[in-house]
């Protein structure tokens, strides 16, 4: 069972370049999220997904945008990157919240560098 | 908005000694509570929960949390360090009484075990 898979593990871009994460889940989840995690800053809510064709902004969206086109996957883009996003992502997903079914199962994260 | 705080960025303790990791919730209603683990390198894992049922909660590894309201605290304790705990943790909270609100975390909290 592979749970949650992201892909790359890791990328290094220039400013400006833009670049897709993907995300693939196989627990047939509704939600699944996006995060970035810095030091000190500990894990932000970038977007997530409530099902497919779905999105919504979290904490942090500015600069990304994702798209929901299949339930399984989750995907992530940097259209124009800057070096503030760089960072660790990760990428979850989960049961409905709200019925104590709120446990996320996590990706093992992408390093992105921007230079 | 809901908020967590982790009280301590990084936790030192001796092998064998009591761990204490700290974390208050801001909440108007009791919500679901959550601490997650890091291990490095890794995705996040679910440690325990707490969704109203008993006030203390009893995760994996021999960890429990105890929820106070009174005190609006949710902190993670351990009665005997072991090394293989050294990892970050997390402590994060979601409304329950929204079905559509991901979890919040908090900053982490670092735990070293000193041998």
């Known amino acids: 069972n592979a749970g949650v898979t992201q892909t790359p593990k890791f990328r290094v871009l220039k400013t400006g370049q833009s670049m897709t994460l993907l995300c693939a889940q196989d627990?047939?989840?509704?939600?699944m999220y996006w995060y970035r995690q810095d030091p000190g800053m500990g894990l932000r809510l970038i977007h997530y997904s409530v099902g497919e064709g779905t999105t919504a902004k979290g904490e942090v969206p500015d600069g990304y945008n994702v798209s929901r086109l299949k339930k399984q996957n989750f995907l992530l883009g940097l259209e124009s990157a800057a070096p503030s996003q760089t960072s660790v992502y990760f990428c979850a997903s989960s049961g409905f919240p709200g019925q104590g079914n709120e446990k996320l199962f996590f990706g093992s994260g992408t390093q992105l560098s921007v230079l | 908005a809901q908020s967590v705080t982790q009280l301590g960025s990084h936790v030192s303790v001796s092998e064998g000694a009591l761990v204490l990791l700290r974390c208050n919730y801001s909440?108007?209603?009791?919500?679901?509570l959550f601490w997650y683990v890091q291990y490095p390198n890794q995705g996040l894992q679910l440690l325990l929960k707490y969704t109203s049922a008993a006030t203390l909660v009893k995760g994996i590894n021999g960890f429990e949390a105890e929820f106070k309201k009174s005190e609006t605290s949710f902190h993670l304790t351990k009665p005997s360090a072991h090394m293989s705990d050294a990892a970050e943790y997390f402590c994060a909270v979601s409304d329950r009484w929204s079905g559509n609100t991901p979890l919040v975390f908090g900053k982490g909290t670092r735990l070293s075990v000193i041998a």
């Open positions: 909440s108007s209603v009791p919500p679901y």
């Open positions: 627990m047939n989840h509704e939600y």
